[in-house]
């Protein structure tokens, strides 16, 4: 079945950097965008980016410009999505999510990762 | 950017009873050349990442109970509970996929009365 395995928790200090997982099994991971959504605790979901699979290819949230990366490593079907000079207000959970049509990158998303908690404390 | 505004942000329901959600988008999300709307519907249970219950705006994802349904047009969209059940109990997202970037709505919480 179509899965999404997120790397685990990290406590990070402010200033540092965090580089997040997100592992895609039962599906051909070069046909689909990949997204990152974040929630800080108690809040709603915040888009983050798209990143094309297959070309390498991003697309950020303008809030995000300059202090997030996403890449890919096609060999083992993983996107990751890094984000620097962290700020305690970047404490949440990261989600990475997948849009349901091929080479289509806005849809509606299905499946979500199951979410990566980073703590962000000094 | 389209901006997508819920409400209420919180909804008690006695169990049996109708729940309804409603989104709002600060402009069209219906693309004209397929006359889809291009809006999703979210469940979110604590700890979990939410889970697909919608999309183009009136469509059930396989496995979603018939007692949730999506309408609406436009800027306008309603996500209806036709008989709440205990396991209901939930916060609810809509969700634009009409451009860059994608928003969800700031989201309601389910409860029951």
């Known amino acids: 079945q179509v899965q999404l395995v997120q790397s685990g928790a990290e406590v990070k200090k402010p200033g540092a950097s965090v580089k997040v997982s997100c592992k895609a099994s039962?599906?051909?991971?070069?046909?689909?965008?990949m997204h990152w959504v974040r929630q800080a605790p108690g809040q709603g979901l915040e888009w983050m980016g798209w990143?094309?699979?297959?070309?390498?290819?991003?697309n950020y949230a303008q809030k995000f410009q300059g202090r997030v990366t996403m890449t890919r490593d096609t060999s083992i079907s993983t996107a990751y999505m890094e984000l620097s000079r962290l700020r305690s207000d970047d404490t949440a959970v990261y989600y990475c999510?997948?849009?349901?049509?091929?080479?289509?990158?806005?849809?509606?998303?299905?499946?979500w990762g199951q979410g990566t908690l980073v703590t962000v404390s000094s | 950017d389209i901006v997508m505004t819920q409400s209420p942000d919180s909804l008690a329901v006695s169990l049996g009873e109708r729940a309804t959600i409603n989104c709002k988008s600060s402009?069209?999300?219906?693309?004209?050349?397929?006359?889809?709307?291009?809006l999703a519907w979210y469940q979110q249970k604590p700890g979990q990442p939410p889970k697909l219950l919608i999309y183009?705006?009136?469509t059930r994802e396989s496995g979603v109970p018939d007692r949730f349904s999506g309408s609406g047009s436009g800027t306008d969209f309603t996500l209806t509970i036709s008989t709440l059940q205990a396991e209901d109990v939930a916060v609810y997202y809509c969700?634009?996929?009409?451009?860059?970037?994608?928003?969800f709505g700031q989201g309601t919480k389910l409860e029951i009365k």
């Open positions: 969700q634009h996929y009409y451009t860059t970037p994608p928003a």
């Open positions: 402009q069209s999300v219906l693309y004209s050349s397929n006359n889809k709307n291009y």
């Open positions: 999510a997948r849009p349901q049509e091929w080479l289509v990158p806005l849809s509606w998303f299905d499946p």
């Open positions: 039962g599906y051909t991971f070069t046909g689909y965008y």
């Open positions: 990143i094309n699979p297959n070309s390498g290819g991003t």
């Open positions: 183009w705006a009136s």
